[in-house]
Structure formats: C-alpha cells, structure tokens
C-alpha cells in the first residue's frame, strides 16, 4: 500500500455485522492441542467483558422490533409486518439469551482446560 493514498473506507454491512455479532472475535477451544485449546479458552474469557455491551445492543433490537410489531398490530393493523417484527424480535431475544449463556459460562467455568 501506498503511504500517501488514502485508508479505504469499510462496507456499512462489514461494519454493522463488527458492531452486532460478538461471535467472530472468539476461538474455537475445541479444535488443536491441548495448549492451544487453554489459550483459547483463556483468550476467550478476555474477550467476555464485551459481552454484557453486546447483551444490551440485542436487548435494545428487541425491543425496537416489538415496539414496532405492536405499532403495526395495533395503530396500523397491518398483520403481515407485524408478525415479521415480532419473529425477528425472537430471533433477536434469542441471540440475547445466547449470548447470556456465554458470559455466565466465562465467568462461571474459569478453567475449564
């Protein structure tokens, strides 16, 4: 690269899926020596302070998409949208709920390997 062109700008999707998805940034403890899986498992339990921050991004998607499924039941009462607002607001309490798993596994278990 050249030092005097300029840094190229990232996607809006590669960005928004950095901000929301958590699971990229965590290794696999189930796959190398067993040295390997330990400093996974550690590295792992590093990364678990982000947790709860994405904890509340998909807690907040929640609750927007119920918000939204209700506007369009009740002020609208257009049923299709307000289904497909209540469904992804399912998926997303339950990426919440993943992830809440995760970050009590961290905590709870501090040496599993």
């Not at 907040?60 to 289904?83: I, Q, S």
Request: proline residues 5%; positive net charge.
């Amino acid at each position: 690269m050249d030092r005097t062109s300029a840094p190229r700008q990232e996607p809006f999707w590669h960005l928004l899926y950095r901000y929301l998805w958590p699971f990229a940034c965590f290794r696999d403890v189930t796959q190398g020596s067993l040295i390997e899986r330990r400093q996974n498992y550690r590295y792992n339990r590093q990364m678990g302070v982000h947790l709860p921050g994405f904890m509340a991004k998909w807690a907040c998607l929640t609750l927007v998409f119920f918000l939204l499924g209700l506007a369009f039941e009740e002020l609208l009462e257009v049923m299709l949208p307000a289904a497909c607002c209540y469904v992804t607001s399912t998926w997303a309490l339950t990426i919440c709920v993943q992830l809440c798993v995760a970050w009590l596994w961290l905590r709870r278990f501090p040496e599993l390997h």
